[in-house]
């Protein structure tokens, strides 16, 4: 049987081949539904949709979803990301981004990237540029300076502007691929 995690990644992969999708586990099920892809959760009802019919794959997942997380690992998986804002349905857009070479995209709670920063921050006293983390932000890649925390607020500097947000918030960044790699950095998955 296929964990939650697991099927997610069967639809999003899927979705992304335009291809059809029948899938289900105790907690969730995937199905094509007029070339639409849905993933729905049992108790919640639709949680993400993917036409099939448009040129480039994109993806609408709600963010009140108690798989959020794990739909948002998945999608990073496959260099989805967030953009704009909560459609008339209550849901959020996710398209393609492209990663820089090199590279692994999270999209995760604040405070996963704050651990990651503490393990590599080290980078950061070194001449140049340190280019182990980045962070999206203005549509491009820029690498994190340095992050502080005060007032229950992560500020994440990079070399143009600072960025507030909430412990609970979510943020999409890059690590180094041979970094990620490395134990220390959690997955969301639960």
């Known amino acids: 049987m296929l964990s939650d ?12 081949q335009k291809k059809e999708v029948l899938l289900s586990n105790p907690m969730l099920t995937a199905q094509t539904v007029y070339k639409t892809n849905q993933l729905s ?13 448009n040129t480039l794959s994109e993806f ?18 496959y260099s989805y990301l967030l953009k704009g804002e909560v459609d008339s349905r209550g849901f959020y857009q996710y398209q393609y981004c492209e990663v820089p070479k090199g590279y692994q995209m999270h999209c995760t709670k604040c405070v996963i990237l704050w651990r990651a920063w503490w393990k590599y921050r080290k980078y950061t006293s070194r001449q140049g540029i340190p280019l182990e983390l980045l962070i999206r932000t203005r549509d491009s890649w820029y ?3 340095d992050l502080t925390i005060s007032d229950g607020l992560l500020y994440i500097k ?4 600072e960025i507030a947000l909430s412990s609970d918030d979510l943020v999409t960044w890059l690590s180094k691929a041979d970094v990620s790699k490395i134990k220390e950095i959690p997955s969301t998955e639960t």
């Open 41 to 53: 959760a049992k108790s919640e009802g639709v949680i993400a949709i993917a036409q099939l019919s």
């Open 143 to 145: 690498p994190i300076r």
């Open 5 to 16: 995690l697991d099927l997610i990644r069967e639809f999003v992969q899927n979705s992304i």
């Open 158 to 161: 990079t070399l143009g502007t």
């Open 60 to 77: 609408s997942i709600s963010p009140k979803s108690t798989q959020w997380n794990l739909i948002n690992q998945a999608l990073a998986e």
